[in-house]
């Protein structure tokens, strides 16, 4: 592995560990509903992490980034239509 991949690698992997302090720290801070909104941000954060390093989107052909953002697109939307469901129930 080259130093520079190596280096890389350990600032994503301390980014996702910060991301997960906040996400662990959110859990005891009342915020109403904007806990949610918190949460959501950082885990497509850490989603977006994962993506552009570990999968190396950042550096592949544009029909596999737009098969990235399809099935990322697709996610969003079932969690976004799951989430409508939850709500619009009594």
Known sequence: MKPAAFRTY???WLALL???ALTFGSAYVHMGTFNLVVNLAIAVL???LVM???MDLARST???RLAAAAGFFWLALLAG???TDFL???
Do not use: G, N, P
Request: glycine share 0%; proline share 0%; no cysteine.
């Open 10 to 12: 350990l600032w994503t």
């Open 18 to 20: 910060a991301l997960l």
């Open 46 to 48: 850490k989603t977006l």
């Open 52 to 54: 552009i390093v570990f």
């Open 62 to 64: 544009s029909l596999v």
């Open 81 to 83: 239509l799951s989430l």
């Open 88 to 90: 619009t129930r009594s």
